[in-house]
Each structure stands twice: as C-alpha cells, then as structure tokens.
C-alpha cells in the first residue's frame, strides 16, 4: 500500500514531500509493535506504533487471523499505561480490530474498570469499545452500568451509551428495550445531542407501537427540543404520524400541520428543509399547505451555498411531478439556476423548468437549454432528454420545437446511452404524436447516415420497415435505407435488407424496385444478408410477377418471435440431415434462472475484487458440464441448479463457491475454486464433505481437480445419493484438501515436492427451496382456477413478532424459493394486510401454486393462511412442512 | 425516511485522489478494491469543481456526497439518496473545521499526515457506527485534543494548549460573526 507514495516521491524527485509514512512496511511496524509487551511502557512510542497500524489498515491492508490476534493481545498490555493519550489509541485500534468472542474477554475487564472509571473520557470510550465488540451474554453483565451511562451527568457519556444502544438494538433488543425509562429521562437532558441520541433510540425501541409513537410526537412537538438534528428527527417522526393517521380524519385540518409550519421558521437550516421536504410529501397535501413551503424554498435558490441551493430544486424539482403549478412562482429563480457552476443543479433547475413550463415559454426554454447543453456531461444530457420527451408528449403542438431540438443534438458528440436516449425519446414521441411521424421518420434516417452505433442503427431501420410503409410517401425513405446495405457493417446490412423487405410487402408500387434492390443483396459477401435477401425474395414472389403480398407472408415478416431467443440455443445443436425443424418444439417459458444470475453477475462492478467464477453459470451450460463427467451421467436429467454461494469471504487465499446440481436421486455440489497466491500451484484439489448432519445423504463419487494454477479458475465435485424424489435437507461441513507446490515467480516452474494442507471452508446447507424452480405464469388466477382445488391444502400459521409485514413476507419467499407473481412481493408501506402470489415447480416437475394472505395480528405478530395447489397432493403436502418447520 | 440520519462514510483524500484517512460505516462497499474505486471515480468526479470556498455537493451512484477541497486536502462526506442534504453538510462542516483546529490552522496534506493520530481520533468522535456523535467542530477538536495529554511529556501540553488557545479564539470569532 506504501507503493502509489513511494511511486509518487520518485516521480518528482527535487521536490520534497516528506510522509511519516515513507515507505512504511507492515512486517516491520508489526515487529516494532513487541514495543507493546516491554516492561517499561513508552506511552510516546506505543501512540505511534498503533498509529502506524492504523495507518496500514486505513489504507486497505488486511492482517492474517494470527498477525491480528498477536496485535490484539499485545496492545492489551497497554492497558497498564495510564497515559490518556495512548488510551485512547487504544480504544480506537481494538475497534479496528474487532476481536473474535474468545478473544474479547481479555479485554473485558480492563473496559469494565474504565467504564466505571472517574474519567468521562474512559467511561464514555470504553462503553463504545465494549458495545461494539459485546455479544448478548456479557451485555447483561454490563446492562446496569449502561442504565447508569445513559443518565450520566456527563453528556459525552450519555451520548455513548445511547449510540451504543441504538446499534445494539440490532442484535439484542429485548435487552435494549428495559432501558426505556432511563431512555425517557434522557430525552429531557439539557445537552443537545443527547436529546438527539435519546429520541433517536426511544422511537426505534418503540416504532413498532403506533399508539406509543404518536404519544411521544404529541407531547415533543408541544414542548421545545433543543437540538436541531433531534428537531429533524421529530419532524420525521411527525410526519410518519400523519401519514398513518389521514385516513381517519380525511375532513377537517391535518394533524400536527401546524406543527410543521411552525418549523419553517426555525433558526436552523437543516430543520427549516427537513420541514419544507415533509410538508411537500404529505399525502395529498393542498396546495394551501404547500404554499409556505415552497416560499421558504425559493429563498434557498438564492443562497450563496451549493448544497442549500441543490437541496431546493431537488425537492422543488419532485413537487414538480404532481404540483407544477405550485412550482411556477419559483420559475424565475430556477431559470437563473440554469447557469450555475454546479451542474447537477443546472439540471435539476432545467427539468423543473420543463415540468412547470406552460406552452407559452417553450420555446424561449428550448433557447436556453440550447447553450447549456454544450457544456454537461452525458449522464445530464440523459435526465434532460427525458424531460423534453415528457413535456413533448404534454404539449402536442410544440412537437416541431422540440423535434427539432432533439434532431439537432442527436447530430452532436455523444455516448451510446445519450444518443439511444435520444433516439427512444424520438420514436416515442412519433408513435403518440401522428403530425410528428414524417419529420421524426426523417430526423432519424438522417442519423443513421452517420451512426457509429449498429445496435441503434438496426434499431432504427426495424423502426423504419414498420413505421415507413404507413407514409404518405413511403419511396423516400428507400434511398436512406439501401445507402446502409452499400456502407455498413454486416448486421446492419442484414437489417435493412429485412426493411428493404418490410417495404416491398406492404406497399405494392414499390416492389418491383425493391425485388432490383434486394437481387443486387444477393452477392453481397456476408451468409446472413444473402440468406436473407434470398427468403424475402421467395417469399415475395420476387420472380417477377408482382402479386399482392398474403397474410401469411405479413404475419411472417411482422410478427414477433414468440419464443424467448434464450431457448433457441438448442439450435446450434441443430443436424440439418433430420427431420424438419419445429419451432413449437421450443419452450415457450423463460426460464427466469439464468436471466437472474445474469443481473446478479452484471450488478456487480467486475473485476472488482470478485474472484472470477468459473464456467458459464447458466442452466444449459450447467447439464452439459455435468453430463460430460462419466460419474454422473447415470444421474438422469438435471432438474436445478443453484446460484454459487460462496464458501469463503472476499480476497482470501483460496475463493471457492459451490453450486448445488440437483438430481431426481442426486445432489451433486460443484466447488469452483481459485487459487488467489502466484507463488502456489494446487493439486489434487478435493472438498472432503463431512454428511453427518446430513442423514440421508450418501456420498457416491468424488471428482477431484487435478491441478489448480494461480487464477485460473477449477471444479471440483462431490456427489450424494438421496431418497428418490424426497426432498431431503442437511447441513455439509467442507474442507478443502490439496497437495501444495512452491511455484518460483521468476520461471513459473513448480517444485517438485509438495506439502499435503488443509483449509477450512464454510458450512453448506440444502433447503428445501433448493428443490423449487422459480417459474413464473403470467396470469395467476388464470393457473390458479384450472388447477382445480383437488389438491389444494389450506392452513394458517403464525408467525410470530416480525420487523415488518414486508420482511414477514420475504421471509416465506425465501423460505418456499418460488417466483412472486404479478410483483405481489412488494407490500405497500403501512399496510396491515397482504396477498401474495408464488408459483414454481418442485423437484418431479411438479406445478405449485401458493397464494399467501398475510396478516398483522397485534402489534407486530404476523399471521399468515397458506394456500396451496399442484398436480401433487403429497407435494401440496410438503410445502405446508416447509413452512412449518421453517 | 423515518430513520435515523446515517453516514454512510467519510473520507479524507490527497490531491491526487489517494487516502489519507477514510471511514467506512456502510456494508454497501464489501472490501478495499470496491472501496478504492469508489474512492478512485468519487475523486476523478469531482476534482474538477472548485470547492474551496464553500462546501460542493454532488448525486454519485445514487449517494448524496458533499464534499470541501482544503489545500491539498479532499474532505468528503457520504449520506443515502433522501438524506436531508444539510444534515450531512453540518458533519462535513464538524469534520474540516475540527481538522483545521487540530493542525492549527496548517491544513495540508503533510500535515495531516503527521498528525494521523489526531485525524483518526477526530473521526472517531464525529461519527460513531453511521450515526453522528457530535458536530461542533470545537466539541470536537476539544475531546480530541484533551485526550493527548502526555504526562511524559511537558512540550506536547504547551502545544496542546496552543489549540486550545486557537479553539478559544475560533470560538469567539463565530460568535462575533
């Protein structure tokens, strides 16, 4: 890590810039930490040392378990200094540490002596350093002090104690919760933040209960909280009440409104706009109760600070959605915004303006947004781009304006995600607006004459074959697209001649110049656009007579694939000698499998640290790996696999995740290792798979890896026997075993001897989820009424206190591994009840259906009655087990 | 919404884009090469705004950042889309002021460095697990200060002091103000 200053330092060699951290090495800086253990303490020396550690963390290097724990157990020698200094160092580097559970005993006592030390500075850092690094069990140890802490006269005190509470509510909050009179009393205190820390704490021990909610905002908002930021949190509170109360009493003055407007005139800033911000997002709030808000915000747009002034028109700027005539007063003020040096708030001032802009003011607007847009990045371009579309589409008749403005920056220097903005925008805005057809159609021909993009110049001329043909002059458009088949690449040569078709289909005046145009194609040194121009020449009765084009031609040329183009990868298995290819042979589901792990892998940033997985993870490739393998081939058809769960953490010495094959009879655990050390060559890489709590699995083969180099990824597998079509589950303990080889930097060359070693993986466990496909259907009720209720089993659980009905409900997802239908996953915010729709296939291609209705029962108890149907009774049978024992 | 505000990190980087001391309170970056790209494209974003006078402010992979440029400096600080934009400013404003009192006006890369220690406890008293300690800069740079008394060494405490002294009169002038 020390490297970029070193690499720096020679770049400019006469200058000197000196850091205490020259060429700072961590072998070394742990040697000089044996300072630590010296019988005569240097409390000098020892602050440095621990600040060279942290300095060696902070800039990202990691310490191996054994160099850590000798760190940890050296610096808890420094406890006998009485140094406040080094104490407080201290404190900080065991955090940084976080200690496992055995190890943080030693400390234990040392911190409990602080804690009830006379010094405010131990008292208030040692019960930050315990509770963070505390489990349950010696929480209740500590709890009476805790209890004390929080009353402590000392507001620094305090305040530690009641952070550390609202984190250990997180992990022990039936603990947390007896704190809550001292908790009261500390919402009193004269200290500020405090104050802010108590009321914090307070609502989060008591979210949950609604009543006990609105009680505290009903008498806080009465009496006068002295901190801003604990003003801020009321204010959030607040709100929260009133959203959850309007349906009560829809007639007559909102609650606590007043309240509200009250604090648009406070001292602070952060509490006037937490205020303003509120009031906007009430639930159908008036624009009577906006008004005094969107005044305190226009006084923003004017300030001399960036971030009061961004914090306005972004609220400002989302009023604008629903409220644009609200909004209009600020509309001076946001035009002088349009040149701020800020650019995201240029932006935000623009599409306000576009949004509260009447029909009037376009075109000026459009003037201005002309010299702004010069000098914006891409990412702008994009959020104004979509607001024009949207004020297009509002105002019909500036479509000219507008169009026109679009086609002249669609001309300009842009990225692939601005100019397909602009072209979608372009292509929306002719399908709703018939007068924009022609000169869109134009607009967009035009770019294609010079596009360096091919995906959006197929785009485009698909567009053109349908949208051209419906013209009032559809030979017009034919020049532009013969250019392309002369100029550009093979795929879009491809799409135009399938246009140059499209034409020749619908309008018969032009289809003897088309069949001239599309015979020219026949030579063109591409397979793909002779062979189409060949189909279309057929089909068209290019051989001379010209006929009227049938439908099923049409059908053919315009409709649309209705198989998903992820199943026709069965084609390249395809033998031209059998019989004729069927299309209806083709699943028409998608599997939504292999779409999932693709956006999990795309979300994730690559080559970021991620150890590279091994082979491609979809479902096809998966059977066709697996079936490869002799061991397994007796295993019958691959009914699942799992998305790779990782058995190790992130940038150990060997990353290995594990994906789970299910088989009718079998399981067999694929292990994707790297070997993440350039210095080691693996061999005989296997994963001894202790079953013992696993009962009825049995292990049949093992496939061990023969070598595994650095970075490059390897499979091992292991492979279980199970009940038939049981859907057993247990829990596997792993160990990687391997033949270890020196391997010399220099020549790559191994040695010859290698050392047998051991490494301890994670546990793996199978679910019964592991069993269920996601398979969606797309008309629930529709799957749910032909199935029939011969099957159906219907019973009610319980599910006891739960954070929210949300999580209740993606607990049970989760649990069961099925696909929510119709997006009945989300639950609306507040709700007290919810239905949701899952369908999947279980292991023995088994349709299921469960329908969930879900409940709030009390407080926070969850209720939930589960419906389940399938082809299967006993499998019908078995879900209901699921969540039972889940 | 009805959260707890949270601070998502805070990071203190050189002129060109390197750490100097960073904190991380949210799990959303897993480990140091996702860190360091963040660092790396937060850094690259910005550098070219000019921030010195008064704090910037910036929508990045959906985060509020608000940022201030101090000498050779980068002081940044992280907060969740719908955070309240001033609540986070008045953290960023704690953080470089407190950070200026501590080095004694001399706020420039060597000298932070130097001073990690002070740095590092400054950090830990501004924001303790996501939720914010305390944000008065002199609240600040005082308990971070008065934790270096050094028994040992008498020339420290005359230096010590000299903050104090510095807090003292920075006081007074925001009062004035």
Known sequence: ?886 | MESCPSIKNILLLDSEGNRVAVKYYSDEWPNNSVKEAFEKSLFSKTQKTNARTEAEIAMFESHIIVYKFVQDLHFFVTGAENENELILVTVLQGFFEAVGLLLRGTVDKKEALENLDLILLCLDEIVDGGIILETDANVIAGKVASHSIDAAAPLSEQTISQALATAREHLARSLLK
């Open chain 1, 1 to 886: 890590m020390a490297q970029p200053l070193v690499k720096k330092d020679d770049d400019r060699d006469d200058e000197v810039d000196y850091s205490p951290f020259l060429g700072i090495e961590k072998g070394a800086v742990l040697q000089e930490a044996r300072v630590f253990n010296d019988p005569q303490l240097d409390p000098r020396r020892c602050s440095q040392v621990i600040t060279k550690l942290l300095y060696l963390l902070n800039q990202g290097e990691t310490f191996t378990k054994v160099e850590a724990t000798e760190v940890f157990f050296a610096v808890t020698k420094l406890f006998q200094s009485r140094d406040m200094g080094l104490r407080r160092m201290v404190y900080v580097i065991i955090k940084e540490l976080s200690p496992s559970a055995d190890e943080v005993i030693i400390v234990t006592s040392s911190l409990m002596k602080d804690m009830t030390s006379k010094t405010d500075m131990y008292r208030a850092n040692a019960i930050r350093v315990l509770c963070r690094i505390t489990d349950g069990t010696l929480l209740t140890q500590i709890e009476r002090y805790l209890k004390q802490a929080i009353v402590d006269k000392n507001p620094v005190v305090a305040s530690a104690a009641l952070v550390s509470g609202i984190h250990l509510l997180q992990t022990n909050p039936e603990i947390v919760k007896r704190w809550s009179n001292e908790v009261q009393e500390a919402v009193q205190s004269r200290a500020a933040l405090v104050q802010f820390h108590a009321l914090a704490l307070l609502h989060q021990i008591r979210q949950n209960d609604r009543l006990a909610v609105n009680k505290l905002v009903s008498s806080l908002t009465r009496g006068s909280v002295r901190s801003p930021l604990a003003q801020c949190l009321l204010i959030r509170y607040t709100s929260q009440v009133i959203r959850e109360s309007t349906n009560d009493t829809q007639t007559g003055d909102r609650p606590f409104y007043d309240f509200l407007e009250g604090c648009l005139r406070h001292k602070a800033e952060m509490v006037i706009f937490e205020a303003a911000r509120a009031i906007t997002e009430l639930n159908g709030v008036t624009s009577r109760e906006l008004t005094p808000a969107i005044t305190v915000l226009q006084l923003f747009l004017s300030s001399s600070k960036p971030v009061l002034r961004f914090a306005a028109v972004r609220t400002l700027n989302k009023v604008a959605m629903s409220h644009p005539m609200a909004v209009t007063n600020c509309n001076i003020d946001m035009e002088s915004l349009i040149s701020d040096q800020n650019r995201s708030i240029a932006t935000l001032a623009i599409t306000t303006l576009l949004k509260t802009g009447n029909e009037s003011s376009v075109d000026r607007l459009m003037k201005q947004i002309t010299n702004f847009m010069s000098d914006i990045a891409d990412e702008f371009k994009i959020v104004v781009v979509d607001a024009i579309r949207s004020l297009c589409l509002k105002f019909p008749l500036k479509h000219r304006s507008l169009m026109n403005f679009l086609s002249n920056i669609l001309r300009e220097e842009g990225g692939f995600e601005y100019k397909k903005a602009i072209v979608d925008s372009i292509v929306i805005l002719i399908r709703d607006i018939p007068e924009a057809k022609e000169s869109g159609l134009l607009h967009l021909c035009e770019f294609i004459e010079d596009c360096e993009f091919t995906y959006l110049s197929t785009q485009i001329l698909h567009f053109l074959g349908i949208e051209g043909p419906k013209t009032s002059d559809p030979s017009k458009y034919i020049r532009y697209i013969y250019n392309r088949v002369h100029l550009e690449n093979a795929t879009v040569r491809a799409g135009a001649v399938s246009t140059l078709a499209k034409f020749g289909a619908m309008v018969d005046g032009l289809k003897p110049r088309i069949f001239v145009l599309l015979r020219r194609c026949l030579f063109d040194n591409d397979d793909e656009v002779r062979d189409r121009a060949t189909l279309y020449l057929n089909t068209l009765g290019g051989d001379g007579a010209v006929v009227e084009t049938d439908e099923g031609v049409k059908e053919f040329l315009f409709g649309s694939l209705d198989v998903p183009l992820v199943n026709l990868n069965s084609l390249k298995n395809y033998d031209p000698s059998e019989k004729a290819f069927d299309i209806n042979s083709v699943p028409k589901d998608v599997k939504t499998q292999p779409l999932a792990e693709k956006k999990a892998t795309s979300k994730k940033p690559t080559g970021l640290g991620a150890p590279p997985h091994g082979p491609p993870s979809t479902v096809d490739a998966y059977e066709k790996l697996l079936s490869s393998i002799p061991e397994f081939a007796s295993f019958g058809k691959l009914f699942k696999s799992s998305a790779p769960v990782e058995l190790t953490e992130a940038e150990t010495e060997y990353a290995v995740n594990v994906v789970k094959h299910i088989f009718d009879g079998h399981v067999v655990f694929q292990y994707n290792c790297t070997n993440t050390i350039p210095e080691q060559l693996l061999e005989n890489v296997t994963v001894i798979v202790d079953a013992s709590e696993a009962e009825e699995f049995a292990e049949v083969a093992s496939k061990p890896l023969r070598q595994l180099p650095y970075d490059s990824p390897g499979q091992t597998f292991v492979a279980f026997e199970k009940p038939e079509g049981v859907s057993a589950v247990g829990k596997f303990s792993n160990m990687l075993r391997f033949i270890v080889k020196e391997v010399d930097p220099s020549t790559g060359e191994a040695e010859d001897d290698g050392v047998e070693d051991e490494y301890q993986l994670e546990d793996l466990e199978l679910v019964a989820a592991d069993y269920m496909l996601k398979v969606g259907v797309s008309n629930f009720r529709n799957a749910w009424e032909s199935m029939g209720v011969d099957f159906e089993r219907v019973d009610e659980y319980g599910l006891g206190p739960r954070d929210s009905l949300a999580e209740a409900v993606n607990a049970v997802i989760n649990l069961l591994g099925m696909q929510p239908c119709e997006g009945t996953e989300v639950v609306p915010p507040n709700s007290r009840s919810h239905t949701c729709l899952l369908s999947g296939v279980y292991l023995g291609n088994v349709k299921v259906l469960v329908r969930l209705q879900f409940g709030l029962d009390g407080p926070k108890d969850v209720a939930m009655k589960l419906a389940v149907r399938s082809e299967d009774e006993t499998v019908s049978d078995t879900i209901h087990e699921i969540v039972a024992s889940g």
